[in-house]
């Protein structure tokens, strides 16, 4: 496939998760390509990564090829803490990827709920996090976590917070082994090494997740965290619902999130393609009221999943010179006229991937498949 046919297929991907962000009432927040630096410089902890692309406007002001949308949205965003602001966006940010070292152009489809948001709206947005995995592929998971839950069982576990900081890294990679040398160093055993050794081990579907956490939650005085936790997971409709794991390799910085944290990933596609969260604590450093959460589809992981799913075309129709052109036009409509996308030409493109080719007779030669 070519990288225009993976460029269509992300296309055809924002297309639809727009219409469904439309649907449920966010409106599109449109922001320029870069913004003053200092909004990137206050928050660098906040972004994947401390890199931005900058440069000098004419004015002497220092600009910032924009690295994120949320940062944004949060400035900007016309709202109190008393009203609830819903925003979808579609657009590119720029950042240095972590396995070319050099930056790169990413594209994003995401939503923002900020203000008083309340247990509909995270109820909402997980609905709408999980919707978007479907609307990608059917065979998708939605790994969910909670940055509060987590924090009280690392806390009521682990004294240094630079141990605490090594467990959360540990945890990402589930890493077993690593936890276990962590808590031999650390002095750590009995009841809260358990507690530890099963949180790295769990990746559950809900039902036997929150079971296996009740006694966790008991002992590290977390019961309010996983009873939020649970309320908002098991309200979701049995059907997606289906498709949700517990797993604390899912975490963000806990100086900006602070309740649930998810990832969601489609079979096929090695890396996450959407990532999300609440993130009440970057909402009051930005001196703004209310709490937030939101979540965004990275939609250069599915170039090559999208490539391998979609043709080209449905159609080429294929003429021949001397052939009447309104005739050609005429029998193009036809096959469109079921919906197909169709190409018509004297010749293939080069690297065309057509679902079928359909010779165009001649006049003369009218009613008789070449």
């Not at 082994?177 to 650390?186: P, R």
Request: hydrophobic residues 40%; charged residues 30%; negative net charge.
């Amino acid at each position: 496939m070519t990288s225009l046919n993976a460029h269509g297929a992300q296309e055809k991907y924002a297309m639809a998760l727009r219409s469904l962000y439309r649907q449920w009432g966010y409106r599109l927040y449109k922001m320029s390509r870069f913004e003053e630096y200092d909004l990137y410089a206050r928050n660098k902890d906040f972004l994947p990564s401390e890199n931005v692309l900058t440069f000098t406007d004419t004015n002497g002001r220092l600009m910032a090829l924009k690295p994120d949308v949320t940062l944004s949205i949060i400035r900007n965003a016309g709202m109190n803490g008393h009203d609830t602001a819903r925003y979808y966006y579609h657009e590119s940010v720029y950042r240095l990827s972590p396995r070319s070292g050099t930056f790169r152009e990413m594209t994003q489809v995401g939503l923002e709920c900020l203000g008083d948001v309340d247990a509909y709206c995270l109820l909402e947005v997980l609905t709408l996090a999980a919707e978007s995995l479907k609307t990608i592929s059917p065979d998708c998971v939605l790994s969910i976590s909670h940055i509060g839950f987590l924090s009280r069982v690392l806390s009521g576990a682990i004294e240094h917070e630079e141990a605490r900081d090594e467990a959360l890294r540990l945890l990402s990679q589930k890493n077993r082994a690593g936890l276990k040398a962590l808590c031999a160093g650390e002095g750590i055993a009995g009841a809260a090494e358990e507690r530890l050794l099963e949180l790295v081990s769990l990746s559950d579907a809900p039902e036997r997740a929150f079971a296996r956490l009740e006694e966790i939650a008991r002992e590290s005085g977390a019961e309010a965290e996983l009873a939020a936790m649970r309320e908002t997971v098991m309200s979701l409709e049995e059907e997606l619902r289906a498709k949700v794991r517990i797993d604390f390799s899912v975490h963000g910085n806990m100086k900006y999130y602070n309740g649930l944290v998810f990832r969601g990933y489609v079979e096929g596609v090695p890396d996450s393609v959407l990532s999300g969260g609440q993130y009440d604590p970057l909402m009051r450093r930005m001196n703004r009221e209310g709490r937030a959460v939101g979540f965004a589809v990275y939609l250069n992981t599915l170039e090559h999943f999208g490539a391998k799913e979609e043709a080209d075309a449905d159609a080429l129709l294929l003429y021949r010179e001397g052939d009447a052109a309104r005739e050609v036009l005429r029998r193009a409509q036809e096959m469109r006229k079921n919906g197909k996308i169709v190409l018509a030409a004297r010749k293939a493109p080069v690297s065309f991937d057509a679902g079928e080719t359909v010779r165009f007779p001649r006049e003369k030669e009218a009613g008789t498949e070449c």
